[in-house]
């Protein structure tokens, strides 16, 4: 919509930001607000509007006394200036809404002043964005509360500058303003930071244009549009989703982690795990926590919740099965890391070996009551620093480290569709800790599947299944994607739950990100770590991921996780101590190095055609399962010729079950005649399973990806061993 009339930005309301644009004032009472605006000076000059688009729905209305001011509110104008009457606002949500602009040209804006006691002013804001404070007198825009008076400000705003204004701000345009609903621009012209693997970000970030209308699986843009070329020198390449995928006749089959079957590895037996002072109910489990190969002392760490709602602990191990619980001098006689500060609820840590800063090696957030949350750093895991307040954040918030774009991410539990998630990031874990810039990110979709039943534990009873929602989302660097373990909620409610000392139902599934903000996930939306719903399970429900997520353990994936057997002895106590929250172990389950999903072909060679590729590496591996089959590549240019040397008659055929096998080719020794070329990858597989690629620099193998929680062999969370970390690995099983 273009506006040519002229505007001015006036606003009095809760949490807002209402764009008022002229429509039919004269160009005198333009010019005339224009000189009011200078003090009387004037300009001479007929100022321009800018162009703006909207993130959220909203509808346009004349303003004017009277006139209704929010879509959720019953605040009408009270006064209306004589340069301001008539022209048009923009009405939405009280909540306010979100801007960006796309051309540049004066702005106006309205907010109480700071210096009113009790005024949701903005004026701190407006201060930071550029705006000046104009002499006008204040008015009341609505009620007869002081609060309600406005000031008004004014800016030249600049093409790419974003508003994301809360309570409460409104904005109102010059002539030649437009004003357009916000659409996502095609990611190939995003003009924003650019990522490793050739995905270029917008400008804009992050992106928070989740509509809590909305539940239909959530936009992956980077696979609508991937970069024309993609850099592969980052990691293992995973057949995850399409981003690297040109063509292919295999088929993607989705695998499950398989359950150790000396599970559970950890129970509550202590004192402090079994609540026999607090009276809490048994636990010896992460709510997130984090378990990691520390390589500085090689042992597994974790961290951990030991007794419900009370103590965060501490235990090692030297094969990540046998686990000991040392005893701690900070709160002697027992592991405990902090001294019991409240009701203790979620806590993540991540093990930073990224940091130059020893002191701060280990990171740490706590959630509890009232605190809310608290961030804290390590030097040894152990001994923690002073805690630093977080802004406003839910009680299963967590943290996470994206190595790729060295980003602090605190993901946020929120409620704007059923149990969701809010993002904020941050170059500095403690910097960031006051949430400023967090916006709407994940939730559970329509494809995610509600329970059979509304209770699972009792079939029999009638009742709506709960719709599922996203309990919890932790995520970690597995080589060259962010993976994400979404913990999806299935009901029934705490209530009904409590009522019977039965967990609930959370079971976890997977998430990919290329770009750590928007995840791919699996078609098939059945669970990758599942509950067993059966009394007399240890994990029969409400199932956890922890923060490292898993370990790579030589050949295989470890992920360690949380089940809860629930104890129907404790019906209907408080909720500390109820058996809904009782009895919660630590198992492990299993899975393929990069055995996430797999390409596959039957009897029937199939092939499948990489997008272009660039990297600087110049072997070629590959993680491949087929002893009854074979698989072999051969290498096109640009123009989808062969590359001499790299054809598939000339590639030595790979028939084996390896998770690192190296591809030859007769008349090639390696690939450094192609290095920094963009070429693709044709794999053309029979009876067999494609897992991942990968360019090492060297006949080691090493991905120079990331290793999630690390492991046996690796010296830092980055596989830069290849072979040798197996060696390493079976040493350490032995």
């Given at each position: 919509m273009?506006?040519?009339?002229?505007?001015?930005?006036?606003?009095?309301?809760?949490?807002?930001?209402?764009?008022?644009?002229?429509l039919?004032?004269a160009?005198?009472?333009?010019?005339s607000?224009?000189?009011e605006?200078?003090?009387?000076?004037?300009?001479?000059?007929?100022?321009?509007?800018?162009?703006?688009?909207?993130?959220?729905?909203f509808d346009?209305?004349?303003?004017?006394?009277?006139?209704?001011?929010?879509?959720?509110?019953k605040?009408?104008?009270?006064?209306?200036?004589?340069?301001?009457k008539?022209?048009?606002?923009?009405?939405?949500?009280?909540?306010?809404?979100?801007?960006t602009?796309?051309?540049?040209?004066?702005?106006?804006?309205?907010?109480?002043?700071?210096?009113?006691?009790?005024?949701?002013?903005?004026?701190?804001?407006?201060?930071?964005?550029?705006?000046?404070?104009?002499?006008?007198?204040d008015?009341?825009?609505?009620?007869?509360?002081a609060?309600?008076?406005v000031?008004?400000y004014?800016?030249?705003?600049?093409?790419?500058e974003?508003?994301?204004?809360?309570?409460?701000?409104?904005?109102?345009?010059?002539?030649?303003?437009?004003?357009?609903?916000?659409k996502?621009?095609?990611?190939?012209?995003?003009?924003?930071?650019?990522?490793?693997?050739?995905?270029?970000?917008?400008?804009?970030?992050?992106?928070?244009?989740?509509?809590?209308?909305?539940?239909?699986?959530?936009?992956?843009?980077?696979?609508?549009?991937?970069?024309?070329?993609?850099?592969?020198?980052?990691?293992?390449?995973?057949?995850?989703?399409?981003?690297?995928?040109?063509?292919?006749?295999?088929?993607?089959?989705?695998?499950?982690?398989?359950?150790?079957?000396?599970?559970p590895?950890?129970?509550p037996?202590?004192?402090?795990?079994?609540?026999?002072?607090?009276?809490?109910?048994?636990?010896?489990?992460?709510?997130?926590?984090?378990?990691?190969?520390?390589?500085?002392?090689k042992?597994?760490?974790?961290?951990?919740?030991?007794?419900?709602?009370?103590?965060?602990?501490?235990?090692?191990?030297?094969?990540?099965?046998?686990?000991?619980?040392?005893?701690?001098?900070?709160?002697?006689g027992?592991?405990?890391?902090?001294?019991?500060?409240?009701?203790?609820?979620?806590?993540a840590?991540?093990?930073?070996?990224?940091?130059?800063?020893?002191?701060q090696?280990?990171?740490?957030l706590?959630?509890?009551?009232?605190?809310g949350?608290?961030?804290?750093?390590?030097?040894?895991?152990?001994?923690?620093?002073?805690?630093?307040?977080?802004?406003?954040?839910?009680?299963?918030?967590?943290?996470f480290?994206?190595?790729?774009r060295?980003?602090?991410?605190?993901?946020?539990?929120?409620?704007?569709?059923?149990?969701?998630r809010?993002?904020?990031?941050?170059?500095?874990?403690?910097?960031?800790?006051?949430?400023?810039?967090?916006?709407k990110?994940?939730?559970?979709?329509n494809?995610?599947?509600?329970?059979?039943?509304?209770?699972?534990?009792?079939?029999q009873?009638?009742?709506?299944?709960?719709?599922?929602?996203l309990?919890?989302?932790d995520?970690?660097?597995?080589?060259?994607?962010?993976?994400?373990?979404l913990e999806?909620?299935?009901?029934?409610?705490?209530?009904?739950?409590?009522?019977?000392?039965?967990?609930?139902?959370?079971?976890?599934h997977?998430?990919f990100?290329?770009?750590?903000?928007?995840?791919?996930?699996?078609?098939?939306r059945?669970?990758?770590?599942?509950?067993?719903?059966?009394?007399?399970?240890?994990?029969?429900?409400?199932?956890?991921?922890?923060?490292?997520?898993?370990?790579?353990m030589?050949?295989e994936?470890?992920?360690?996780?949380?089940?809860?057997?629930?104890?129907?002895?404790?019906?209907?106590?408080?909720?500390?101590?109820?058996?809904?929250y009782?009895?919660?172990?630590?198992g492990?389950?299993?899975?393929?190095?990069?055995?996430?999903?797999?390409l596959?072909?039957?009897?029937?060679?199939?092939?499948?055609?990489?997008?272009?590729?660039?990297?600087?590496?110049?072997?070629?591996?590959?993680?491949a399962?087929?002893?009854?089959?074979?698989?072999?590549?051969?290498?096109?240019?640009e123009?989808?010729?062969v590359?001499?040397?790299?054809?598939?008659?000339?590639?030595?055929?790979?028939?084996s079950?390896?998770?690192?096998?190296?591809?030859?080719?007769?008349?090639?020794?390696?690939?450094?005649?192609?290095?920094g070329?963009?070429?693709?990858?044709?794999?053309?597989?029979?009876?067999?399973?494609?897992?991942?690629?990968?360019?090492?620099?060297?006949?080691?193998?090493a991905?120079?990806?990331?290793?999630?929680?690390?492991g046996?062999?690796?010296?830092?969370?980055?596989?830069?061993?290849?072979?040798?970390a197996?060696?390493?690995?079976?040493?350490?099983?032995?």
């Open positions: 273009k506006f040519n009339r002229s505007p001015h930005m006036f606003s009095n309301v809760p949490m807002v930001l209402a764009v008022a644009v002229g039919g004032v160009m005198g009472a333009q010019q607000l224009w000189a605006s200078n003090d009387g000076s004037g300009t001479g000059k007929d100022p321009s509007g800018p162009a703006l688009e909207c993130r959220n729905a346009l209305a004349p303003f004017k006394q009277g006139v209704l001011l929010f879509t959720d509110r605040y009408t104008a009270k006064s209306v200036p004589d340069l301001l008539e022209l048009t606002f923009v009405r939405t949500s009280i909540d306010g809404y979100k801007l602009c796309t051309r540049s040209g004066l702005l106006y804006a309205l907010t109480p002043r700071a210096a009113q006691e009790g005024a949701a002013s903005q004026e701190d804001y407006l201060a930071d964005k550029g705006f000046e404070k104009l002499s006008w007198d008015f009341q825009l609505f009620g007869n509360n609060i309600d008076r000031t008004v004014r800016k030249v705003i600049e093409e790419g974003v508003l994301d204004i809360n309570k409460w701000v409104v904005l109102l345009l010059p002539t030649g303003g437009e004003i357009s609903k916000w996502p621009r095609p990611w190939n012209q995003n003009q924003g930071e650019l990522l490793y693997n050739g995905i270029q970000l917008p400008r804009d970030w992050p992106p928070g244009d989740a509509d809590p209308k909305d539940a239909s699986p959530l936009a992956v843009p980077y696979l609508e549009f991937p970069p024309e070329t993609i850099v592969i020198d980052t990691g293992r390449q995973l057949f995850v989703d399409d981003f690297l995928i040109e063509n292919t006749t295999l088929k993607r089959t989705w695998h499950k982690a398989r359950k150790y079957e000396g599970n590895i950890l129970s037996t202590t004192d402090l795990e079994r609540g026999v002072q607090s009276g809490q109910a048994p636990m010896a489990a992460p709510f997130s926590g984090g378990v990691w190969y520390d390589p500085s002392d042992r597994f760490k974790m961290w951990y919740h030991a007794g419900w709602f009370d103590g965060t602990a501490y235990a090692e191990s030297k094969d990540g099965i046998h686990w000991e619980r040392p005893d701690l001098d900070v709160v002697p027992t592991n405990r890391i902090v001294p019991r500060k409240g009701v203790r609820d979620s806590a840590v991540i093990l930073d070996t990224f940091t130059d800063e020893a002191s090696r280990y990171k740490m706590i959630w509890s009551r009232p605190q949350g608290e961030l804290f750093t390590s030097a040894d895991g152990i001994h923690w620093s002073d805690p630093v307040r977080t802004g406003p954040m839910g009680d299963r918030s967590t943290i480290f994206n190595p790729f060295n980003k602090w991410v605190y993901s946020i539990r929120a409620s704007w569709r059923g149990r969701s809010n993002y904020s990031e941050s170059d500095d874990f403690l910097a960031g800790a006051s949430l400023s810039d967090q916006v990110w994940m939730r559970a979709d494809l995610d599947l509600p329970d059979d039943h509304w209770f699972y534990a009792f079939p009873r009638d009742g709506k299944p709960t719709t599922p929602s309990y919890n989302l995520a970690v660097a597995y080589e060259s994607v962010m993976l994400g373990a999806i909620y299935q009901g029934p409610d705490n209530g009904a739950c409590a009522a019977e000392g039965v967990p609930k139902l959370t079971e976890i997977l998430g990100s290329r770009d750590g903000f928007h995840w791919q996930r699996a078609e098939d059945t669970p990758f770590i599942a509950a067993t719903r059966k009394a007399g399970t240890w994990d029969r429900g409400y199932i956890q991921s922890n923060a490292a997520i898993c370990l790579v030589g050949d994936l470890w992920f360690y996780y949380t089940g809860f057997a629930g104890d129907t002895a404790r019906k209907g106590l408080p909720i500390d101590s109820n058996g809904m009782a009895n919660a172990s630590t492990i389950a299993k899975l393929r190095r990069d055995g996430f999903a797999s596959d072909a039957g009897s029937e060679s199939g092939n499948l055609t990489t997008r272009s590729v660039v990297f600087q590496g110049n072997r070629l591996f590959v993680n399962d087929c002893p009854e089959g074979t698989l072999r590549v051969e290498v096109l240019d123009a989808g010729s590359v001499a040397g790299f054809s598939k008659e000339q590639c030595n055929p790979i028939a079950d390896s998770t690192l096998a190296e591809v030859t080719w007769d008349s090639a020794s390696d690939l450094s005649s192609i290095v070329k963009p070429v693709r990858f044709r794999f053309h597989l029979q009876n067999g399973r494609l897992y991942s690629f990968w360019v090492s620099p060297n006949e080691s193998g991905s120079h990806g990331f290793v999630a929680g690390g046996p062999g690796f010296d830092s969370l980055i596989d830069t061993k290849g072979k040798a197996y060696i390493a690995e079976e040493e350490t099983s032995r």
